[in-house]
């Protein structure tokens, strides 16, 4: 993600997901991919995701912030 490579990294990223569906960390990853990519909606589609009962707070925050940009 660090190179700006949103395809590959998007790859590698939903594979993680695939692998781990319960995962919420894998959600706020993609989450965090499709936000630096520009994809808003997305973005939110998957910090919502993320959001489980012990998920990392700064999923919320950075949902909270998504959705004020719209």
């Known amino acids: 993600m660090s190179l700006k490579q949103w395809n ?6 939903k594979l ?6 319960q995962d919420a960390n894998g959600y706020d990853i993609v989450g965090g991919l499709y936000e630096a990519s ?3 909606k997305k973005a939110i589609e998957s910090y919502t995701k993320a959001l489980t009962p012990g998920s ?3 999923t919320k925050r950075k949902l909270g912030l998504l ?4």
């Open 8 to 13: 590959k990294a998007k790859v590698f990223f």
């Open 16 to 21: 993680n997901i695939e692998n781990y569906p």
């Open 38 to 40: 520009g994809d808003t």
């Open 56 to 58: 990392d707070p700064d």
């Open 67 to 70: 959705k004020t940009k719209k």
